[in-house]
């Protein structure tokens, strides 16, 4: 069945500490990646996405992705973090060719801490 | 430029009693969807529209109704709460298909069915 496992559900980090969010998938085929974030009482905003090409990928307040194939994985990273960082975040995955409806899987989540 | 806004942003509901969640977009997408969020759970569609007088169900449907009489409005009913639809409740919008396209997302609504 297809799936998306974040296998951490919280994780704290110093300010100014690297960060690493790991996400792993099970598909069919290669999928469109996205991570997305909640900051407390938001909806979730797009931080970046992966569909074809480059397997690193550049989003939005300084954070990466790298998707692997051979490890079904998508993992966020981010080299120094900031206390605004702390949110929760949620990999994605939805199919890349299809036809009529397919859904978007979304992972359960993994909510960051930053102490200062 | 407002978004997607969801309202209300809190409610109560007692068992059996029904009520609307309010949803609007002005970015005139003509993809809208809901989905709730459970704790410890990641996101589950409940329906989605793909325009005005087209709506279909998602993951979760059962218990919800919705409409789509016009391009920005895409409300969500509950017409018999019970408490296992106590959630928070998320409408989004993209430009196109929700699984290759970027979601733009109100701010939720907070339900609790007791």
């Known amino acids: 069945a297809q799936s998306v496992t974040q296998p951490d559900i919280h994780i704290t980090v110093s300010e100014g500490a690297s960060l690493e969010l790991r996400c792993n998938y099970s598909?069919?085929?290669?999928?469109?990646l996205f991570w997305y974030v909640q900051s407390p009482g938001q909806g979730l905003q797009l931080l970046l996405k992966?569909?074809?090409?480059?397997?690193l990928v550049q989003g939005i307040k300084g954070f990466e992705a790298e998707f692997k194939r051979s490890q079904s994985s998508f993992n966020l990273r981010k080299p120094s973090v900031h206390w605004s960082d702390a949110a929760e975040y949620f990999c994605?995955?939805?199919?890349?060719?299809?036809?009529?409806?397919?859904?978007?899987?979304f992972g359960a989540g993994t909510r960051l801490a930053v102490h200062p | 430029n407002a978004g997607v806004t969801q309202t209300p942003k809190f409610r109560i509901l007692k068992i059996g009693q029904s009520m609307t969640l309010q949803c609007t977009q002005d970015?005139?997408?003509?993809?809208m969807y809901w989905y709730r969020q459970d704790p410890g759970m990641g996101l589950k569609l409940i329906y989605y529209?793909?325009?005005?007088?087209?709506?279909d169900k998602g993951e979760v449907p059962n218990g919800y109704n919705v409409s789509r009489s016009t391009t920005e409005d895409f409300p969500l009913r509950l017409e018999l709460a019970a408490p296992s639809q106590t959630s928070v409740y998320f409408c989004?919008?993209?430009?196109?298909?929700?699984?290759?396209?970027?979601?733009?997302f109100g701010s939720g609504t907070q339900l609790s069915v007791l």
């Open positions: 989004a919008s993209s430009y196109s298909r929700h699984w290759e396209e970027k979601l733009f």
């Open positions: 598909y069919g085929a290669t999928p469109y």
């Open positions: 992966y569909f074809s090409g480059d397997t």
């Open positions: 994605a995955v939805g199919p890349m060719f299809s036809g009529g409806y397919n859904k978007l899987i």
């Open positions: 970015m005139n997408h003509n993809y």
């Open positions: 529209s793909v325009g005005a007088g087209i709506t």
